[in-house]
């Protein structure tokens, strides 16, 4: 009985008071709606860093040259410090759980000619390893760099998929750039 008499109490106020009625289911249901795309956005955005993370490499370690936090022996406190080639193979001779190993040289802003046509870049030298390390699938027809380059000393060039869509973007010959020149810095 007295259950009945708060439900009825409670429909009479709501009459009385549509304004504050609708202001705080309004209110009520904004909040929940707030919340609930906050997370869906959250979880959305975990799920695109992952997925790039994945992109990079597997349990990959990524390593660069810093500067000192500290003077040593006379020496400032904030110089440079620079890695050599040889580091990165040091490093996984030393370290038995290290699988691949492979030092990775960024030029940014590297002016890339094919035709008529020239384009910024980001250009990398790398081992043939990187492919491994870094999951570089090469287009069907296409190669990535091999050890014999290496021993060569082949002038050997891997076009990324996304430099490759630009060059065939602009140039309708460029889609099969396999055995073409292509010129590096050179204008």
Not at 53 to 63: D, K, T
Not at 120 to 128: A, F, L, R
Not at 160 to 167: C, P
Request: glycine residues 10%.
């Amino acid at each position: 009985m007295k259950s009945f008499m708060f439900l009825s109490q409670f429909l009479r106020d709501m009459r009385s008071q549509k304004t504050r009625t609708f202001l705080t289911i309004f209110g009520i249901t904004w909040g929940t709606i707030s919340v609930i795309l906050l997370l869906a956005f959250g979880v959305g955005m975990e799920k695109q860093m992952d997925k790039n993370m994945h992109g990079l490499g597997e349990g990959i370690m990524i390593i660069w040259p810093g500067r000192t936090s500290v003077p040593y022996e006379g020496l400032n406190k904030g110089r440079p410090l620079r890695f050599r080639e040889e580091d990165a193979f040091l490093v996984k001779q030393e370290i038995s759980q290290i699988k691949y190993s492979c030092p990775e040289y960024t030029g940014w802003g590297i002016k890339l000619k094919y035709g008529k046509n020239a384009y910024s870049c980001v250009m990398k030298g790398i081992y043939p390893v990187y492919s491994d390390i870094r999951n570089v699938i090469p287009r069907r027809g296409g190669r990535f760099i091999n050890d014999t380059d290496i021993s060569q000393k082949r002038r050997t060039i891997f076009i990324s998929t996304v430099v490759g869509r630009i060059l065939r973007l602009f140039d309708q010959n460029a889609d099969n750039l396999e055995g073409n020149a292509v010129d590096v810095n050179i204008f």
